[in-house]
């Protein structure tokens, strides 16, 4: 009643954003596949060159949870190991430490290291547990008068002490590792035919798959490329994956709301010249696929930047990925399907009816 009639879901500011846009999408797809081969080359030319961060669930490794008498941070914790580690190692022992904050008193962490992971004897797990003694010893977490013996007592904690501790051996690594690639091969496939049962045309599913295959490669790049300097952990472990099927499924829907908008224009205007038909979708769509993004992003900022160290390569992973599936949907996916296609619509290529 009244004024309450006349509720409106836009400002002065926002009601004129993005509306009647006329971007050209189709005719400049040459520069946008440009433009995303570079970041492609770049990304295939560090894993080349600098590889990945692998958890021990990939490479294998021992993880032990520990508990302190005071908080400490995470960093030097972690400072601390690969210090006293890298003074024992030789010079072909990879040193790899990771260390998460566990609860919310500080004084809990898990540390995970592929430090002297071939080496599957007692000797080199006692040893390893020793140099952590004496890291921590030295960092100043535990005490010099709490002797070696009582903080490796798992049942004796009045100093700190070491919880427990798990081994993941390199067979148990390479079955997570193939699980984990076929979980991704897996989504792909389903994707590409629910793609092509929903549209019934091949060239949405061929677009879909091919933007999902550069956002999945892009993504997996930058944590090659950032890994190291970035301030945070970027190692490729079992939260990553999930991380990936997310930014996968993320960025289907939005593909799946271009190609609606594209099919419905088809069916408004079946004979109209194909490239008209995919600017008007696209540019009808954009204040959607924009907003949307930029509202997830937003989400994604906060939960990075507040989450804490367990939850930020996650989080990190996750806003690569809806900013790159976002310029995929509408610099890939539509300009593959419309090159699929071919430039001029035909009669029996009439798009099926929505279901």
Known sequence: RGKWQNLTFTTKFSQNMMKDTKYNFMGNYKKSF???????????ASFAIRGLSQSIDFTGGRNYKVEFLQPVQTEDVRAAIVKQFEANAKDD???????????????NVRVSTNYLINENNAESDALIESLLYKAFVDGGMVAPTVSEEAFLDRDNREGGSIVSSQKVGPSIAEDITYGAILSVLFAIVVIFVYILVRFRNV????????????????????????YGWIGFSLEIDQTFIGAILTVIGYSINDKVVVFDRIRETFQNHPRRDRQLNFN???????????????????????????GG?????FAFAMILGVVIGTFSSLFIAAPTAYLV????????DAPAEAE
């Open 34 to 44: 440009i433009a995303f081969g570079a970041f492609l080359l770049i990304a295939l």
């Open 93 to 107: 022992d990879a040193v790899n430490v990771t260390v998460i904050a566990l609860g919310t008193t500080g004084t």
């Open 203 to 226: 060239a949405y599913s061929i677009g879909s798959i091919l933007a999902l295959i550069v956002d999945t490669i892009l993504v997996i790049g930058a944590f090659s490329l950032c």
């Open 280 to 306: 008007d979708s696209l540019n009808a769509c954009l204040a959607r696929t924009v907003n949307t993004s930029v509202s997830t992003f937003i989400v994604l900022a906060v939960i990075f930047i507040l």
């Open 309 to 313: 160290d367990s939850i930020r390569s």
């Open 341 to 348: 296609m071919g430039s001029r619509i035909k009669e029996e």
